[in-house]
């Protein structure tokens, strides 16, 4: 995905005009016998306001969200991660988790837990299974698996955590053919609330299995996550430009040509601006262009799926080959980069209609650019229920298509282009089903938590909540509550455990 989307606005929530300083209470002594006891626990190693790598490491990808925590433990291994849940529960401090920081969803000012130490990758070839640590990110581990033909269903940038990724489902290239990440998962150990160390797969731990396979941080710390690899000996895939004012035209040509598609293709339109930079291509460099992007997972039928695209005539710019699913990954310039301030939301269509493709052309001219730039990412496929008998807490779409706006704050405030992204979603008028997925959520839209898993999904995640983690101790996330306690974000209040 394009910009930094959805997770900015995360942001937004804390901090309207997007930068908002928080006040630094010296919540933990240096002198404080626990914290010295810690320090000394703690093999990797224990970061304090005013040390030197504190800002680096309180600063997640999404820049914007400002967080200053008493202290950041840098976990080496389990016996960190427990010591440090631990330390936070007996302190009666917030504990945030961080991996990266695409997901945050609540500044931490309690005790940070960070992963950077904790990224080994085993590939087993002869299972193919992949076991990584928790401070594991896509790239990597598609460099650990790609040598061997073999992938996980990564999402759409390289640098986002391959455990909290696939704990919140996980869409990406693939999901067509092979469904969400979450679908992948075949085991993970834990950390609880009450720092005991369980395994979650079939045979232990069904229903904690059960919630992690879509129910996100909820439930525990992954301290290990393994995941069933498919082989693959790459793609055919990446992007084609054409110029804005074809807007309507390849809007209706995208939707005709992509709904024929079989689940092997996955594509995407977008409409976006290209930076004036010089790392920029030069065909389309600094102008605001559409954008087909396709990911065929048969090298050998490409040719077929690709011919209709020749009807639209020589493309500003054209960037297809075979390549490796990383490589898909890295064509999204967040891959690259920390997420700059933007406002995003994401709405999941009806129907791919008529009338949605004049209001999206209609928006092409009028608000775009500066304000915003528009994604329409394809469903469907195995997202909607082949594999249901493998599913855990993620629930199936029923949208074929999502539309995703997004308005990075270039001359506006957060606040103001919350607005005009609303507005332009109110303009299509009632086109969307209404459905939520959890990785795409907005800390601002937690009281509708309960659209990305249907009534009894959210339930059943409710009690397991209960069971698991029953103070709420992981609530520094897009929160799930324990049932017969109000949520966190409904009650205004975030409480530690108690
Ligand atoms: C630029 C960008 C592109 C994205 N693209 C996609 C995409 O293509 N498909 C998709 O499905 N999603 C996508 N996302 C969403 C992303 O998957 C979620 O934001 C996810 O939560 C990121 O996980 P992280 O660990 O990298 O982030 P973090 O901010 O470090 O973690 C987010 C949350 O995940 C949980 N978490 C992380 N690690 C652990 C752990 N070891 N144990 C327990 N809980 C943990 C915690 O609750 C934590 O607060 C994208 C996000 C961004 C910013």
């Known amino acids: 995905m394009e910009l930094a989307r959805i997770f900015l606005a995360n942001a937004c929530d804390a901090a309207p005009s997007g930068r908002e300083s928080i006040v630094t209470k010296p919540m933990v002594s240096p002198e404080s016998p626990a914290l010295k006891a810690l320090t000394r626990a703690v093999k990797g190693s224990v970061v304090l306001p005013g040390d030197g790598d504190y800002d680096k490491l309180r600063t997640p990808w999404l820049e914007v969200m400002e967080q200053h925590p008493a202290l950041i433990v840098e976990a080496a291994g389990v016996e ?22 695409h997901g945050i969803a609540a500044p931490c000012d309690g ?4 992963f950077a130490k904790m990224n080994d990758i085993v590939v087993d070839t002869k299972r ?17 698996t790609e040598k061997y033909d073999l992938i996980y269903p990564a999402g759409q940038v390289g640098n986002v955590g391959v455990t909290g990724y696939s704990l919140g489902g996980g869409i990406g290239w693939l999901a067509r053919k092979l469904g969400v990440a979450a679908d992948w998962i075949v085991g993970a150990n834990v950390v609880l609330a009450n720092g005991s160390v369980v ?6 731990n069904p229903d904690l299995f059960w919630a992690l396979r879509g129910g996100g941080g909820n439930f525990g710390i992954v301290v290990s996550l393994e995941i069933a690899l498919t082989p693959l000996a790459g793609v055919v895939g990446g992007e ?7 807007a309507a035209e390849l809007l209706r040509f995208y939707r005709n040509w992509s709904s024929q598609l079989s689940n092997e293709t996955s594509t995407i339109f977008r409409l976006v601006a290209i930076p004036p930079a010089s790392t920029a291509p030069s065909e389309i460099r600094g102008q605001t262009v559409c954008m087909i992007g396709v990911c065929h997972a048969d090298p050998k039928t490409a040719d077929a799926v690709l011919e209709p695209l020749e009807q639209l005539g020589k493309p500003l710019r054209r960037d297809v080959k075979k390549r490796s699913i990383a490589s898909m990954a890295g064509l999204d310039p967040a891959s ?16 791919f209609s008529d009338d949605v493709i004049d209001g999206l052309a209609r928006l092409a ?3 775009i650019p500066p304000i915003m730039q528009f994604e329409v990412q394809q469903l469907g496929g195995a997202l909607v229920g082949s594999s249901t008998e493998r ?18 704050a270039m001359n506006a405030t957060l606040a103001e282009i919350a607005i005009a992204t609303t507005d332009a979603f109110a303009a299509l008028g009632d086109v969307y089903t209404g459905e939520k997925y959890y990785n795409f959520l907005r800390a601002d839209e937690l009281p509708h938590i309960e659209r990305a898993f249907g009534e009894e999904k959210f339930a059943r995640l409710r009690q397991l909540k209960k069971r698991y983690d029953p103070s709420n101790f992981f609530h520094l996330n897009l929160n799930v509550a324990p049932a017969e306690r109000p949520s966190a974000e409904a009650s205004g209040v975030r409480t530690p455990a108690s």
């Open 199 to 204: 395994r979650a797969d079939e045979v232990d």
């Open 128 to 144: 193919n299974i992949a076991t990584v640590g928790p401070g594991v990110i896509s790239s990597e581990l598609l460099d650990a």
């Open 336 to 351: 690259h980069s920390a997420g700059a301030p933007a406002y995003g939301q994401i709405e999941y269509l009806k129907d």
């Open 365 to 367: 001219q009028t608000m």
């Open 80 to 101: 960190d991660v427990v010591a440090a849940v631990d330390f936070a529960r007996n302190e009666g401090l917030h504990l945030g988790v961080m991996a990266t920081g």
């Open 111 to 114: 005790l940070l837990l960070r």
């Open 391 to 408: 599913r855990g807490a993620f629930e199936p779409f029923s949208a074929a298509y999502l539309l995703h706006l997004e308005s990075p």
């Open 240 to 246: 084609l430009y054409y110029p804005l004012e074809r």
